[in-house]
């Protein structure tokens, strides 16, 4: 029997009630004998520890995270503490410190499922955005001059280096190529204004197509590719972005396939030196906190990518084979989906299917 360390992350807003549903389900899946079992370490950081300490982790948190296999979070961000700080101070540090560069988010349309887009059908939307996740946009790189002054000036760089960019890049391919599909890549940029470092990553995107011949590609400016993750998403099917638009492009590909509630992603460290994160896209949800009506299932599917992640693919599949059951029959579904059942019945239900 494998026995995988699973650091558990709960975090802010309806964090602690998805999560507490996707270990519902792996809990099922090691009691029913599916020759796996999880040792958990619940770690209780986020806005309310900040609150009580002035930090968002502890200053040895990586050092005890590093020691699991994988990391399960929930979400994090307060109403009432600034976003630069909740984000900076604890889901970032964690994907640089941990190497984590590649983030996969899929967006698939369900049966049963509704799209707000007219004429689409179960399957027309099938695609999986690769956003590169520790540099870019988000590198914590520049600073104020003059600060609180009137005359104040803020520098923020983005940083793109040649590490970061062809390891993005090479996994979108990689990725195609087993995915069994269109083999089709879509590069998103903005290099008619960003002349340095979206130039760059034409430049490596470029080279490393080259490597792969059997594979389309295409090159889309970020204003067009989210205009077309709305009027043709079945054109596309992977997607590799830098971490500021694979961002925004991933909530257009949640909300096209029906909620952010279906919205999974991985942040995977290509190399396994260090724990990859599996968490859902949809945030905090502030507006719904505690009122037991958030949607598990994209946080039940981030538990499916990490078990994917460690090997374990069949057990991935019985968690991906009763979602899909869940949304066709569509008799449990939480209010985001039209339904009035509570996070934690989705999650029984889910438990239920993966035994039928």
Not at 254 to 274: E, F, K, Q
């Amino acid at each position: 029997m494998s026995t995988y360390k699973v650091a558990l992350v709960p975090g802010d807003g309806v964090g602690p009630e998805v999560i507490a549903e996707a270990r519902k389900v792996l809990d099922a899946l090691e009691a029913s004998g599916g020759g796996m079992s999880f040792r958990y370490t619940h770690f209780p950081w986020g806005s309310n520890y900040y609150r009580e300490t002035g930090r968002m982790m502890p200053e040895d948190g990586l050092e005890e995270m590093k020691l699991h296999d994988a990391i399960l979070f929930g979400a994090v961000g307060d109403p009432d503490i600034p976003d630069h700080i909740t984000l900076h101070g604890l889901i970032l540090p964690i994907r640089r410190a941990f190497d984590q560069g590649v983030c996969l988010r899929p967006s698939y349309l369900y049966e049963g499922v509704n799209s707000p887009l007219e004429g689409v059908n179960p399957g027309d939307i099938d695609m999986v955005v690769f956003r590169e996740n520790t540099e870019g946009e988000y590198a914590p790189v520049g600073g104020f001059l003059y600060h609180g002054m009137p005359e104040e000036v803020a520098v923020q760089t983005n940083v793109f280096t040649r590490r970061g960019t062809e390891r993005i890049i090479r996994a979108a391919f990689e990725y195609s190529r087993k995915r069994n599909k269109a083999r089709k890549v879509t590069s998103v940029t903005k290099s008619n204004a960003m002349a340095y470092g979206m130039v760059f990553w034409d430049r490596v995107f470029d080279e490393v197509a080259a490597e792969y011949p059997d594979i389309t590609t295409e090159s889309l400016l970020v204003d067009r590719a989210c205009m077309d993750f709305i009027r043709h998403p079945q054109q596309f099917d992977v997607v590799v972005a830098s971490n500021l638009f694979g961002d925004i492009l991933t909530d257009i590909g949640a909300i096209v396939t029906g909620s952010m509630g279906l919205a999974p992603s991985a942040n995977i460290n290509p190399d396994g030196l260090y724990p990859s994160m599996f968490e859902p896209v949809h945030g905090a949800a502030f507006d719904i906190t505690g009122k037991g009506i958030a949607n598990p299932l994209a946080a039940i599917l981030s538990a499916g990518m990490m078990l994917e992640h460690l090997g374990e693919v069949e057990a991935a599949g019985r968690i991906n084979r009763a979602v899909e059951s869940n949304l066709r029959e569509g008799g449990v579904r939480t209010p985001d989906l039209g339904g009035s059942a509570s996070t934690s019945q989705v999650g029984d239900e889910i438990v239920r299917l993966m035994s039928v």
